[in-house]
């Protein structure tokens, strides 16, 4: 009966999550308050990045970059395998639904990977985070011009181009703190090995701050009130299949392949996002602004979904993997 109630206790970080989601809906951050919360998540990013670049070895690094069946096998289901469910998606709803949200949801699947979270939850989970850092930059930096392309091609957009902001604040707030914390990785790597609690705290804290950010930013625009309870449903429902199908391929993959355990946490959390980040600036280049609000619904709440279930994901594969059995990539 205890082992029951244990296993029917709702998780404290999920609980965490949901309560940054209801303080977004009932305090949304405006105006100064905005940009100050805008610094503070940049900073969170930034102290995470230079916390794995002072962790991670640089051979684990090299280890991660030459992993090309780890990194093929995640570009392929990001830019391959969702992409042609979402094709099935658009053809299966058109007419339907309104065209708007079908959009939205093809326009979910041409996106790139998200990096600061895919890591984190990497990390929570303990897995490749080297393998998972690389990936997941790759596919954000490729993304910026491949996720056009591919909306031009298979959405009929006429407006085309990729974000130099993107490219920067990926450079500034991933890149740059990484190295500067693998310089000062032979003066802090040996400490921080012994603070597992500290990185367990930036981790979580910064998706914790990343969830009520983007959460505030929809109540802020009026996304919420744009769409009827119905549309709302149905574009949780269908956001929940597409990611309950990239998820059962990237685990099936995985294993199929004989990937280890920690490549295996790798793949499926990197393959399985999408960026919210990179697709709001790219979506208000490609359409209209009359419709831009509408088509990316789905995207905000798909990442809202995606940071739930993987934060469970993660929690369950830290539980089945033994303290002593961290991976190779964080040890000194």
Not at 4 to 28: E, H, N, S, T, W
Not at 117 to 132: E, K, M, P, Q
Not at 135 to 150: D, R
Not at 215 to 221: C, L, R, W
Request: one cysteine or more.
């Amino acid at each position: 009966m205890t082992t029951l109630l244990r296993r029917l206790r709702p998780d404290g970080y999920i609980v965490a999550i949901m309560g940054m989601v209801a303080l977004a809906a009932l305090f949304p951050a405006r105006g100064s308050a905005k940009d100050l919360l805008d610094l503070v998540v940049h900073g969170a990013i930034a102290l995470l990045f230079f916390l794995y670049g002072a962790r991670l070895s640089r051979q684990a690094i090299w280890v991660g970059m030459l992993h090309w069946r780890l990194q093929a096998l995640v570009f392929a289901t990001t830019f391959a395998v969702f992409p042609l469910i979402g094709l099935g998606m658009m053809a299966a709803l058109k007419g339907h639904v309104d065209d708007g949200l079908v959009t939205g949801l093809m326009f979910v699947a041409l996106l790139p990977s998200t990096v600061q979270s895919s890591i984190a939850f990497t990390s929570i989970a303990r897995g490749n985070v080297a393998a998972a850092l690389c990936c997941a930059s790759l596919s954000n930096l490729v993304g910026v011009v491949l996720t056009p392309v591919l909306a031009t091609a298979l959405l009929g957009t006429t407006a085309g181009g990729m974000s130099l902001d993107a490219i920067g604040d990926i450079a500034l707030q991933i890149l740059l703190p990484f190295v500067l914390g693998q310089c000062a990785r032979p003066l802090i790597g040996d400490w921080l090995a012994g603070k597992k609690t500290l990185t367990m705290l930036v981790d979580r804290g910064s998706i914790l701050l990343v969830v009520y950010a983007a959460f505030s930013a929809g109540m802020v625009a009026g996304i919420w009130s744009r769409v009827t309870p119905r549309d709302l449903g149905l574009v949780l429902l269908l956001d929940g299949a597409l990611l309950a199908m990239v998820l059962g391929f990237t685990t099936m993959a995985s294993r199929l392949l004989r990937f280890s355990r920690e490549d295996e946490i790798a793949i499926v959390f990197c393959g399985s996002k999408k960026s919210m980040a990179s697709g709001l600036p790219i979506a208000n280049i490609l359409f209209p602004a009359a419709t831009v609000g509408l088509i990316v619904l789905p995207l905000m709440l798909f990442h809202q979904m995606q940071l739930m279930v993987c934060a469970a994901l993660a929690r369950r594969y830290a539980l089945r993997t033994a303290p002593a059995a961290m991976p190779a990539e964080v040890a000194a």
